[in-house]
Structure formats: structure tokens, C-alpha cells
């Protein structure tokens, strides 16, 4: 096992009825921005019920966080703070809205352009304090210190990470799932799955309960993903899944382990290029990401091979093809597209990916840095 040190300091209510818990979270006196997104929340009682648990404190909201948050729309949110004052920020949305406030958080205080915390990775030295209120169980962003926006005019999609905008505290009612639509469903699922795969299936260092935590949340989601798309769903299913999708990036099956994250770079510069959602980007790349690095991830491979599918191992290059074959079926199984061509792209993507990955330094992405400019592109070019 590698060295590490392990903190997760935010507080999580989770359960039904948990969202007045952030009456008694939030600090006694603090002037409270709300900030969400396209207005679901006013649709499915989250607002109502967060007005409701705001009821002693000053507060006003700032509306208008666009799925993959753009630069743009954080800095009048920034505007808004500092001409009224507001010093606590209450992020009620999914992974977009809470990756806004956790940029809005550390721009509001920053003394130089903030730009600069995503294009320079400037250092973020002070934030204001965030709570959130979760509404879409997938990025894990609810409590762990990573946050990616957007540029909208530049077609950049960066991330910056500080312990300053870890939220305080995250409410996790697994009821506002109801008014999820079926694609948002789709996308936590496939999202908190390939966040495990990135921490896991690199290579082994003999760190027995970071596996096995890993593939519990493996498991989890391939047993319980697919009944969340059923007409007729459980508390019970919700909660776990939601569960599994704060899990999977909080921190604790990454430490003390080698990490990957080369599927969710090139993923990113897909979304920033031609707006795919988050998830669908990771469901193309993943497959061929790990046919292309076989022979690194080969011993990790097979681990994942029998223990999570169950597959006999004695034929080595049988099992890794299966176990491959078998994540790509998991995510058709929960409606998830694993084909450029199945959002209407072509060969043109494989170049122009390419550049982008060029231009933004991801040249040696992965647990070896062994996903080079050629490697990218043979792996694009499997996905069309
Ligand atoms: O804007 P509203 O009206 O809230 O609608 C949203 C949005 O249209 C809707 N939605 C959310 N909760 C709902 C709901 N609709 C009905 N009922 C509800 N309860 O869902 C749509 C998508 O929301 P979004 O927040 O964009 O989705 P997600 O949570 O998947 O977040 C994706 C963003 O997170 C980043 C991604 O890159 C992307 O920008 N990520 C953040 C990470 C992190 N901070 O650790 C890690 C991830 O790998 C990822 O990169
Ligand atoms: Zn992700």
C-alpha cells in the first residue's frame, strides 16, 4: 500500500426528510447565497423545502448553473456576492451546480484574475464556506475538494482542486431522485462506476480493503443500476445508489492507491468539444482504455475479471477480453451509448481531441503515464 493521509471533513445527512437538517448545518447568522440550476428543484419540492429550512436566516439565491458550468455564469454569481455581501453558499444541484459553487466559493476571495485558479492552477489560499444539498447522486462532488468548469468561449473544460471548497456539509435524500429523468439516471450510474474504475483497475500494491471496497461499489452499481431505470423503484435502490456515488469519490478507495484518470481527461475535452454529457464520454472511452492498456493493467485485470463477473481466469487473454466486454454490456444494460457513431460523430473527433488533449499538456495521462498523443489516438479511433 502506498503512504497517504485521509481526511473527509464534510458532514452527511443522509435519508429521507433530511434536507431541514440544514436549519441546524448552516452557522447561526450567516448571510446565505442559494445557488442552483435550470429550475428542477422548483419542480420536485427541493426549493420548497429548502426555503422552508432557511426560514431564520438572511438568505437570497442566484439562479441559471448550466450542466458542465460555465467560467462565465460563476463570475456574475461572483459579482452578486461580493456587491451583497453574502458569506455562506448553499449549492442545491447536482455535480454542475456544486462544481459552480466551489468555484464561485474560491473566486469570490481571490485576489488575482480567477481564471487563473483553472487555466494556471493558482493556488486557492482562502473560499467561502459551502453546504449542499444534493439533487443527482453522481459525481461524488458533494463532498470531496475537485470541481471542473468550463469556458465557453475558449472550449476549455478544467479542473482545480482545493481542501478550501470541500463542502462542509451534504444533504442526501435519496427521494429527490424521483424526478430524475431516465438519462441523468443513466449518467450517475455510469459515472460513479468509472470514478471506482480509476482508482482500482490500475495496478496492484496489495492494498486488500481499497480493492475490496471497490468492488463492493462495483457490485453495488451493477446489481442495483439497472432496477433504477425500472418504471417501479425503491427507497432502498435509490439510497443505494446514491450512496455508492458519494462513496466512489470521497476519498477513501483512492487513497493509499495508484490512480488512472486518463478516461476522464480525454472525456473531458469530448464534453468541451461537442457537448456530450459527462457520463456518455466516460461509457465510450473506458471500454477501449482498458483493451489498449491491457498488458499494464493486465494483473488488475483479471482481480476484476473473477471477483466482480465472476469469470474463470484459467485462460488469462479470455477473461480480460470478457470482463472488457462484460463493463461494455453492463452499460448498455442501463441504456448508456458506448459508440461515438451512436451520438452522431465521426472520424473527425479522433483530430480534433487529439489537439485539445495536446494543447491542455495531456500527454502522459495514467497510473504510468503511459497514455501518450499515440495511445489517445488509437484510442479514439477504436471508439467511432
Ligand atoms: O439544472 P437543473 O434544473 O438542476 O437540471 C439538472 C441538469 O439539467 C438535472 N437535475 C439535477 N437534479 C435533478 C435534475 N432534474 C430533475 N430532478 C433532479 N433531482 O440534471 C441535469 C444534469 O445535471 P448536472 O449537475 O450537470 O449532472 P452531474 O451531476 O452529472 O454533473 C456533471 C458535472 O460534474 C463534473 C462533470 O464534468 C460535469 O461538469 N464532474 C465533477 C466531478 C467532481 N467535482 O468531483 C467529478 C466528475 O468526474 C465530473 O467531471
Ligand atoms: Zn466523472
Redesign the pocket.
Known amino acids: 500500500m502506498l503512504n497517504f493521509s485521509f481526511v473527509n471533513p464534510t458532514q452527511i445527512h443522509f435519508g429521507d426528510q433530511q434536507i431541514l437538517e440544514i436549519k441546524h448545518s448552516i452557522p447561526k447568522g450567516a448571510k446565505v447565497l442559494v445557488v442552483?440550476?435550470?429550475?428542477?428543484?422548483k419542480?420536485?419540492g427541493?426549493y420548497d423545502q429548502v426555503v422552508e429550512a432557511l426560514s431564520d436566516f438572511d438568505w437570497g439565491e442566484f439562479a441559471g448553473?448550466?450542466?458542465?458550468?460555465s467560467y462565465q455564469t460563476c463570475m456574475e454569481a461572483v459579482e452578486l456576492i461580493q456587491s451583497q455581501n453574502y458569506d455562506f453558499i448553499l449549492a442545491v444541484?447536482?455535480?454542475?451546480?456544486?462544481?459552480g459553487c466551489?468555484f464561485i466559493a474560491a473566486a469570490a476571495v481571490f485576489d488575482d484574475d480567477p481564471w487563473d485558479i483553472l487555466a494556471k492552477g493558482a493556488q486557492v489560499n482562502d473560499a467561502l464556506p459551502i453546504g449542499v444539498v444534493l439533487?443527482?447522486?453522481?459525481?461524488?462532488?458533494e463532498s470531496?475538494s475537485?470541481?471542473?468548469i468550463?469556458n465557453v468561449e475558449t472550449q476549455d473544460?478544467l479542473?482545480f482542486a482545493s481542501a478550501l471548497v470541500q463542502p462542509q456539509f451534504a444533504v442526501l435524500d435519496p427521494n429527490?431522485?424521483?424526478?430524475?429523468?431516465k438519462r441523468?439516471l443513466t449518467?450517475?450510474i455510469v459515472?460513479a462506476f468509472?470514478?471506482t474504475m480509476e482508482q482500482y483497475l490500475t495496478y496492484p500494491v496489495d492494498a486488500k480493503v481499497q480493492d475490496r471496497f471497490a468492488e463492493g461499489l462495483l457490485l453495488t452499481l451493477i446489481e442495483e443500476g439497472p432496477k433504477l431505470l425500472d418504471d417501479e423503484v425503491s427507497y432502498q435502490t435509490r439510497a443505494n445508489v446514491m450512496w455508492s456515488a458519494t462513496m466512489a469519490?470521497n476519498g477513501l478507495i483512492g487513497a493509499g492507491v495508484p490512480q488512472d484518470w486518463a478516461t476522464?481527461m480525454i472525456?473531458?475535452e469530448i464534453?468541451a468539444l461537442y457537448g456530450l454529457?459527462?457520463?456518455q464520454t466516460?461509457a465510450i472511452v473506458l471500454p477501449r482504455m482498458l483493451a489498449q492498456q491491457q498488458r499494464e493493467k493486465r494483473e488488475k485485470l483479471l482481480q476484476y475479471a473473477e471477483r466482480v463477473f465472476g469469470l474463470d481466469t484459467t485462460d488469462p487473454e479470455k477473461a480480460i477480453s470478457e470482463a472488457i466486454s462484460l463493463t461494455e454490456q453492463f452499460f448498455h444494460r442501463v441504456n448508456m451509448p458506448t459508440r461515438f457513431s451512436d451520438h452522431g460523430l465521426g472520424e473527425e473527433v479522433v483530430q480534433q481531441v487529439c489537439a485539445q488533449l495536446e494543447r491542455h499538456g495531456m500527454v502522459a495521462l495514467g497510473e504510468h503515464q503511459a497514455v501518450t498523443p499515440d495511445k489517445s489516438k488509437h484510442i479514439l479511433l477504436a471508439s467511432l
Open positions: 442552483y440550476g435550470g429550475g428542477s428543484i419542480k420536485n427541493v448553473i448550466e450542466p458542465n458550468p444541484g447536482g455535480g454542475s451546480v456544486i462544481d466551489k439533487t443527482l447522486p453522481a459525481t461524488g462532488s470531496n475537485f470541481s471542473v468550463s473544460k479542473p429527490v431522485m424521483q424526478s430524475l429523468p441523468q449518467n450517475g459515472d468509472v470514478h469519490l476522464h472525456g473531458h464534453t454529457d459527462h457520463a466516460l
